[in-house]
Each structure stands twice: as C-alpha cells, then as structure tokens.
C-alpha cells in the first residue's frame, strides 16, 4: 500500500530536510512526497533545497507558498530584494533561470482522494470546486505568457475580500493571497493580515480559517502558519509547519494514518 507523506515549511533548511526524509519508511516506488510551499527564503541552503526537490521529479508534488512567489517576483518581476531574504544564493547560480521557470510551473493546490494539499488554506466561503477553478486561473497566469506582468503586481493586501465580480489583477491577486498568506479571516471572507501569532490573539471579528463552520468532506494539509507549531483543533484539517527555520523542527505526516515524522535537532522522532 502507498503512502504520502506530507513535508512542512521547509524555507531552506537544506539538511534538516534531507535527515528527515532518510528517517522516513519512505519506498521511492509507491510512495509521494508532499511539499506544503516556502521551499525557500529565511533558511541558508535554498539552492539545495530547490535542487533536491527539483531532482525527486514525479515523486514529489509541489505546491506554492508565499515566499516561492516571492522569489519569482524578485526573479521575474523586478522586486527588490528585502534585508530579511535569505536566497542570494539562488540569485547567484547559474541554475537559478532553470529553477525558477520550474518552481512557476507548479500548482497552487493539489489533491489526490480526499487529500488536498494547499500552503495557507482555503477560506470557508469557497466551496473545493471554487478553490480549485479560482487557483486554476492564476496557475495559468503563473505558468503562461503573462507571467511577468503578473510578478510586477502580485504584491498588496487589496482587494481583502473576495467577489466574484472582481476581474484582473485585483481578482488573481486576491485568490493568490488566500491560497498562500492566509490566517486569520472573518465570517465574510474578509482576509486580516497582521496577525501571525497563535489563535487566542485573533483581532475582534476573526478566526483562523479552519474555525469557521465549513461543511467539507475533503481534508486538507497545510503550512504556513509556525506559529500553530503543527496543532489545529479541528477535524479534517493538518498543519505541518513546525517552525524549522525559527530553530525548532521539521515535520512530516504520513496522511494515511497521521503518524508523524518529526526533526529536531538532528534526531526524527515518531508521534501520533
């Protein structure tokens, strides 16, 4: 029987990664690994790790988080580096052309069975089959001609509520930022961005996005959020980042039967 083992928030931290999927009962023949976004940025080995993930080629699926596009945007779309960057070393190799026009090739949500895997979440007021057709129009975007143009104004916190009547950059822009910087959101759909701590210091009117009543059969595993340090007190949702690049683990959960898998200071241990 195959497995699918679901990696949190790597964010180039190169070596913890490569220790942790050694320790897994990993069988590169039937089994997959799922990345949940922010392969890159804040860590020190990002080329290594895009690198190594490029490398797995169909045994790994990838999904895009925040920092990804962020190192597309500075790739493509002409932003500046900012001081708390981490992936020069990208910028500098002559792999970076080649790792970039593959990381946009990427999709922002997945699924197989009743497994979704998506970097920040999926706000309560889309239905899965929303999700999915919203993500689709900006993968296209991502993955098309149009990409640079798309990188140039990727960035802003508006439109922070969606609408189907929204159209252009407004509407890619935001279907990108619940997908990928999601946390705290309100009954309306209403994106708050501020607040990056744990749930008990929501702002007044908002939850986490997986709080909110949302009748799903699917279930979905996310990132994102080191602050949750992999725990949500709801059924049907798994988080997997554990915070590795803020000096504490590494985390993967194998979705079948929610063991996991986690690296701390050079040692993988095994909890349910």
Not at 165 to 181: F, H, P, Q, S, V
């Amino acid at each position: 029987m195959s497995a699918t083992y679901a990696i949190g928030d790597v964010q180039g931290c190169y070596e913890p990664m490569r220790e942790l999927v050694a320790a897994l009962p990993f069988d590169p023949a039937t089994d997959r690994l799922w990345f949940v976004g922010d392969l890159v940025n804040r860590g020190p080995q990002n080329l290594e790790t895009l690198q190594y993930v490029h490398s797995l080629g169909p045994q790994a699926t990838v999904v895009l988080g925040n920092h990804d596009l962020h190192l597309l945007a500075i790739v493509f779309g002409g932003k500046t580096l900012q001081n708390s960057d981490t992936f020069q070393d990208v910028l500098d190799s002559p792999l970076c052309e080649e790792l970039s026009h593959w990381l946009r090739a990427q999709p922002l949500i997945h699924q197989l069975g009743e497994w979704i895997l998506v970097h920040a979440g999926i706000p309560h007021i889309w239905t899965v089959k929303e999700a999915f057709k919203f993500a689709r129009e900006v993968e296209r975007t991502i993955s098309g001609k149009a990409y640079i143009r798309f990188f140039e104004r990727m960035y802003g916190k508006y439109p922070d509520i969606w609408s189907e009547e929204l159209t252009g950059m407004d509407r890619l822009r935001i279907i990108t930022n619940y997908l990928t910087r999601m946390r705290f959101i309100d009954a309306d759909g209403r994106l708050e961005f501020a607040h990056k701590t744990t749930l008990d210091t929501a702002p007044p009117g908002f939850k986490g996005w997986f709080e909110h009543e949302c009748q799903r059969s699917e279930k979905i595993v996310f990132g994102h959020w080191a602050a949750l340090d992999g725990q949500v007190p709801s059924d049907g949702v798994v988080a997997t980042d554990t915070g590795c690049v803020w000096g504490r683990g590494l985390t993967a959960v194998r979705l079948e039967d929610g063991e996991r898998f986690h690296w701390e200071d050079g040692v993988v241990s095994c909890q349910r």
